[in-house]
């Protein structure tokens, strides 16, 4: 198949109309049209139905785009392998969580460009549902995240386990008060943890489903909410926050899930690196504890 049909495809699903889809390809519409014409004739069903609307995906063409992402983001990988930038011996994709990015794998980043200067490296930011999803297809060697799922022709490994610690902006604070109180979704076993911790508190005034956000939000607003420990232990020792006297601490598993389709050699160098950043990063933890931990 043309990869050229898979990203025509979806370029009318994102736009829902052929004719922005062809201003969007710099294209004609008779050429987006030829080209759905033939991957449908290659499927053998139709995959848009059109109206005074623009396009909508028929049944198949439902199916269809379970699919066509990876079609596309392998071939973009097949050619990125081919292509090895000069100089390199070879190309390692990595994706990750947004929320660890700063500032767990920038750290990964710099051992990487040091430990193995002749890799090229190919970084993204995707959610963890993508993320899974690519790893399994062979579109990324290794993707970094909270709450993996296990699926064909992916391994997941423990790297470890942070610390979500009770923080506020206000001094000597015993008490969360719920209207200034930011409810951060780490996820669905924190979700559990937290109703039965705070069964009285648990419909605040504010959600945000980012850390970084909700964290940049209350230093300047004000107010509190659970962060990961290793991010807020420079603004307390600053005095800019300060924890919640005998609020409980929640754990939040970090995951490396590596493709069965890469190259071994590759994926286990940055393992290493990875491993390596966890095992200082829990040292760290354990020689600046904060706040206690749940049973």
Not at 134 to 155: E, F, K, N, T
Not at 161 to 185: G, Q, R
Request: contains cysteine; proline residues 6%; neutral net charge.
């Amino acid at each position: 198949m043309d990869v050229e049909l898979a990203r025509t495809f979806l370029e009318i699903v994102r736009a829902r109309s052929f004719v922005r889809a062809a201003e969007q390809l710099n294209v004609s519409q008779t050429a987006v049209s030829a080209r759905i014409r033939t991957l449908e004739q290659q499927l053998g069903r139709p995959l848009f139905v059109r109206n005074k609307n623009g396009a909508a995906l028929t049944s198949a063409g439902e199916q269809f785009l379970r699919y066509a992402p990876m079609f596309v983001q392998l071939w973009q990988r097949a050619r990125h392998q081919v292509a090895v930038p000069p100089g390199r011996r070879a190309v390692l994709t990595i994706g990750g969580e947004l929320s660890l990015w700063h500032p767990w794998l920038i750290e990964w980043l710099h051992w990487m460009r040091r430990s193995a200067p002749d890799v090229a490296l190919r970084v993204q930011v995707d959610v963890p549902d993508s993320l899974t999803s690519q790893v399994s297809a062979g579109a990324l060697d290794i993707a970094v995240m909270y709450a993996p799922q296990h699926r064909p022709g992916a391994r997941v490994e423990l790297l470890l386990e942070e610390k979500l610690v009770l923080v506020t902006t206000k001094a000597n604070t015993e008490a969360v008060e719920l209207d200034s109180y930011v409810y951060v979704d780490w996820g669905a076993d924190f979700a559990h943890h937290h109703e039965l911790s705070f069964p009285e508190d648990n419909n605040p005034g504010l959600f945000v489903g980012l850390g970084p956000l909700a964290l940049t939000y209350i230093l300047e607003a004000g107010g509190s909410g659970y962060f990961r420990q290793r991010v807020v232990a420079p603004y307390i020792a600053s005095g800019k926050l300060h924890l919640v006297a005998g609020a409980p601490s929640f754990f939040y598993p970090v995951y490396a899930v590596c493709s069965a389709q890469g190259d071994d050699e590759l994926i286990n160098r940055a393992l290493d690196g990875l491993r390596s950043i966890a095992s200082a990063d829990q040292a760290g933890r354990r020689s600046t504890a904060i706040g206690p931990s749940l049973p």
